[in-house]
């Protein structure tokens, strides 16, 4: 006989348990090992980047399924708001989304319908041949599909800052995730992440996201932003990202054995 499988929760039931902000890390290296390695380091949640980073199907799957026998969540943002590509992801087994450059409630209403099976949605049904069902060994899965899955919407332009009361009014949207690297680009400020009015349009989005009782995150890599976002009310923040780990370590060893060179410093992340 075979086995019957049980859905882990998703993010929605992560933050609906938790008694504290959820704090979380980007796995953009496009290697499950260092998935792996991330994710036996006590945070909350990765979030497996493949808007800006090296990730294709297979290397999804790899990493969703190296991270599956840890206690933190993997939450997953496609390259772009796309049904298609969303239902793939669905399909290899991702339960939570956080889905890019969702600007008005139209966008997010395009998201939470590549979400869900028709009638409700537009979502292609494959869940036999799908990891997302375990290959039918799940039981139920069609009917009970919409319950293991969250969708986040990132706010990360003036335009969304505007349209984010009717976005989070969107059936469907589980939580808002800020991006202020985008938000301060399309400010006219681009790499001020710190920029007083970029803070000011973070804030401004925490403050309507509390009032409407909508799961807030931010990005926030710069530990005395992060807590500040966290002390303004965030429930989850990303504060770090494998490659940057990488980077900044590799480049302290070299500080310790090498000759400094005549370089300026890094600016942005």
Not at 64 to 84: E, F, G
Not at 100 to 108: E, G, I, L
Not at 224 to 247: H, Q
Request: charged residues 15%; proline residues 6%; negative net charge.
């Amino acid at each position: 006989m075979p086995l019957r499988v049980s859905l882990t929760p998703s993010f929605k039931d992560a933050l609906a348990a938790a008694g504290r902000p959820l704090a979380g890390m980007w796995v953009c290296s496009g290697s499950p090992l260092v998935a792996e390695i991330c994710a036996g380091a006590g945070l909350d949640w990765l979030l497996v980047d493949a808007e800006h980073s090296p990730n294709g199907l297979e290397g999804i799957l790899a990493q969703l399924q190296a991270v599956s026998s840890y206690p933190v969540t993997a939450v997953v943002r496609p390259p772009v708001n796309d049904t298609v590509i969303i239902k793939q992801y669905l399909d290899l087994g991702a339960q939570s989304l956080l889905i890019p450059m969702v600007h008005t409630a139209d966008d997010a209403q395009a998201a939470v319908a590549a979400t869900r099976y028709p009638p409700q949605g537009v979502r292609g049904v494959g869940s036999a041949l799908a990891r997302s069902a375990r290959w039918n060994r799940v039981p139920d899965y069609l009917a009970q599909a919409t319950d293991t899955i969250t969708v986040i919407v990132q706010i990360e332009s003036t335009q969304a800052v505007e349209n984010i009361e009717s976005i989070m009014a969107v059936d469907g949207i589980d939580a808002v995730f800020i991006g202020p690297s985008d938000l301060a680009a399309s400010m006219g400020v681009l790499g001020q992440q710190e920029h007083p009015d970029v803070v000011a349009a973070v804030e401004h989005c925490i403050t309507l996201a509390k009032a409407a009782g909508k799961p807030v995150g931010v990005n926030a890599f710069a530990e005395a932003t992060a807590r500040r976002y966290l002390d303004a009310g965030v429930d989850f923040i990303l504060t770090g990202a494998d490659v940057a780990l990488l980077a900044r370590g590799s480049e302290a060893l070299a500080g310790k054995y090498v000759p400094a060179a005549d370089a300026g410093p890094t600016s942005s992340y």
